[in-house]
Protein backbone atom coordinates (compact mmCIF):
# COMPACT_ATOMS: atom_id res chain seq x y z
CA UNK A 1 0.00 0.00 0.00
CA UNK A 2 1.82 3.33 -1.33
CA UNK A 3 -0.64 5.60 -0.06
CA UNK A 4 -2.78 5.68 2.64
CA UNK A 5 -6.44 6.98 2.38
CA UNK A 6 -6.72 8.52 5.73
CA UNK A 7 -6.35 12.14 7.21
CA UNK A 8 -5.58 10.38 10.59
CA UNK A 9 -6.15 7.37 12.91
CA UNK A 10 -7.23 7.40 16.53
CA UNK A 11 -7.06 4.77 18.43
CA UNK A 12 -8.90 4.57 22.39
CA UNK A 13 -9.10 2.63 25.04
CA UNK A 14 -10.10 2.77 29.03
CA UNK A 15 -8.11 1.56 31.77
CA UNK A 16 -10.61 0.85 34.91
CA UNK A 17 -9.91 1.31 38.64
CA UNK A 18 -9.62 -2.71 38.19
CA UNK A 19 -6.85 -2.41 35.59
CA UNK A 20 -3.56 -2.42 35.37
CA UNK A 21 -2.38 0.76 33.59
CA UNK A 22 0.58 -0.30 31.91
CA UNK A 23 -1.23 -3.91 30.90
CA UNK A 24 -4.22 -1.90 28.90
CA UNK A 25 -1.28 0.81 27.83
CA UNK A 26 0.72 -2.38 26.44
CA UNK A 27 -2.37 -3.99 24.99
CA UNK A 28 -3.14 -0.47 22.54
CA UNK A 29 0.63 -0.67 21.54
CA UNK A 30 0.23 -3.73 19.81
CA UNK A 31 -1.12 -1.81 16.92
CA UNK A 32 0.75 1.25 17.08
CA UNK A 33 3.93 2.32 16.22
CA UNK A 34 7.25 1.73 18.38
CA UNK A 35 7.60 4.58 20.73
CA UNK A 36 4.30 6.25 19.79
CA UNK A 37 2.98 8.99 22.07
CA UNK A 38 0.00 7.99 23.81
CA UNK A 39 -2.51 10.90 25.89
CA UNK A 40 -3.70 9.97 29.08
CA UNK A 41 -6.70 11.73 30.96
CA UNK A 42 -8.09 11.06 33.94
CA UNK A 43 -12.08 10.78 33.98
CA UNK A 44 -14.63 9.70 36.99
CA UNK A 45 -17.13 6.81 36.62
CA UNK A 46 -20.17 6.44 37.96
CA UNK A 47 -19.70 5.70 41.48
CA UNK A 48 -16.87 7.89 41.84
CA UNK A 49 -14.21 5.35 40.63
CA UNK A 50 -11.10 6.02 38.53
CA UNK A 51 -11.27 5.71 34.89
CA UNK A 52 -7.75 6.02 32.93
CA UNK A 53 -8.59 7.10 28.77
CA UNK A 54 -5.72 5.89 26.28
CA UNK A 55 -5.94 7.63 23.20
CA UNK A 56 -3.39 8.00 20.24
CA UNK A 57 -3.97 10.12 17.01
CA UNK A 58 -1.65 8.46 14.40
CA UNK A 59 -1.47 11.31 11.39
CA UNK A 60 1.41 10.58 9.11
CA UNK A 61 1.30 7.98 6.53
CA UNK A 62 4.10 5.56 8.07
CA UNK A 63 2.42 5.38 11.42
CA UNK A 64 -0.87 4.95 10.10
CA UNK A 65 0.96 1.98 7.52
CA UNK A 66 1.75 0.28 10.86
CA UNK A 67 -1.65 0.61 12.40
CA UNK A 68 -3.26 -1.03 8.93
CA UNK A 69 -1.03 -3.82 8.87
CA UNK A 70 -1.69 -4.89 12.68
CA UNK A 71 -5.50 -4.19 11.37
CA UNK A 72 -4.42 -6.99 8.92
CA UNK A 73 -3.74 -9.45 11.62
CA UNK A 74 -7.43 -9.88 12.44
CA UNK A 75 -8.60 -13.54 11.61
CA UNK A 76 -10.12 -14.28 8.34
CA UNK A 77 -13.56 -14.63 9.17
CA UNK A 78 -13.66 -11.58 10.87
CA UNK A 79 -11.72 -9.74 8.64
CA UNK A 80 -14.18 -10.84 5.67
CA UNK A 81 -17.25 -9.80 7.97
CA UNK A 82 -15.65 -6.80 8.33
CA UNK A 83 -15.19 -5.85 4.46
CA UNK A 84 -18.62 -7.06 4.62
CA UNK A 85 -20.31 -4.24 6.95
CA UNK A 86 -18.39 -1.31 5.71
CA UNK A 87 -21.58 0.22 4.28
CA UNK A 88 -22.07 -0.03 8.14
CA UNK A 89 -18.92 1.05 9.58
CA UNK A 90 -18.23 3.95 7.21
CA UNK A 91 -20.41 7.28 8.48
CA UNK A 92 -21.81 10.31 6.29
CA UNK A 93 -18.86 11.99 8.22
CA UNK A 94 -16.25 9.41 5.91
CA UNK A 95 -15.15 7.71 9.58
CA UNK A 96 -14.61 4.14 9.57
CA UNK A 97 -15.31 2.44 12.98
CA UNK A 98 -14.08 -0.52 14.48
CA UNK A 99 -13.90 -2.06 18.14
CA UNK A 100 -11.41 -4.54 18.69
CA UNK A 101 -10.59 -6.68 21.70
CA UNK A 102 -8.27 -5.32 24.62
CA UNK A 103 -7.47 -8.48 26.23
CA UNK A 104 -7.10 -10.54 22.80
CA UNK A 105 -4.58 -6.99 21.98
CA UNK A 106 -2.60 -7.60 25.59
CA UNK A 107 -2.21 -11.36 24.85
CA UNK A 108 -1.00 -10.36 21.09
CA UNK A 109 -3.84 -11.06 19.12
CA UNK A 110 -5.64 -8.24 17.18
CA UNK A 111 -9.13 -9.38 17.35
CA UNK A 112 -12.45 -7.87 16.83
CA UNK A 113 -14.51 -7.41 19.88
CA UNK A 114 -14.81 -4.79 23.10
CA UNK A 115 -12.32 -2.47 24.93
CA UNK A 116 -10.39 -0.46 22.06
CA UNK A 117 -12.19 1.88 19.64
CA UNK A 118 -10.66 2.18 16.03
CA UNK A 119 -11.66 5.60 14.11
CA UNK A 120 -10.25 6.08 11.00
CA UNK A 121 -11.14 9.79 8.91
CA UNK A 122 -11.58 8.17 5.54
CA UNK A 123 -9.94 10.71 2.53
CA UNK A 124 -13.24 10.56 -0.17
CA UNK A 125 -13.35 13.36 -2.70
CA UNK A 126 -16.08 14.32 -3.00
CA UNK A 127 -16.78 14.17 1.07
CA UNK A 128 -19.42 11.29 0.37
CA UNK A 129 -20.09 8.13 2.32
CA UNK A 130 -19.91 5.94 -0.94
CA UNK A 131 -16.18 7.46 -1.85
CA UNK A 132 -14.92 6.83 1.59
CA UNK A 133 -16.66 3.05 1.35
CA UNK A 134 -15.08 2.74 -1.93
CA UNK A 135 -11.41 4.07 -0.54
CA UNK A 136 -11.73 1.83 2.45
CA UNK A 137 -12.72 -1.61 0.21
CA UNK A 138 -9.17 -0.22 -1.58
CA UNK A 139 -7.48 -0.21 1.49
CA UNK A 140 -8.47 -3.73 2.67
CA UNK A 141 -7.70 -5.51 -0.31
CA UNK A 142 -4.27 -4.06 0.11
CA UNK A 143 -3.92 -5.51 3.66
Given at each position: MSSVPFHYI?????????????RVEDALRLLLPEEFEITRADSTGHHGDR???LS?????????????NALGDLPDAEFSQ????????????TEFFLT???Q??????????????FRAKVEAYPAKKEHAV????SVLESL
Open positions: DLRTFCYATEDDQILIARVENADGMRTVLVEDELDERVTENLSKAAFNGDVERGDGITDNME
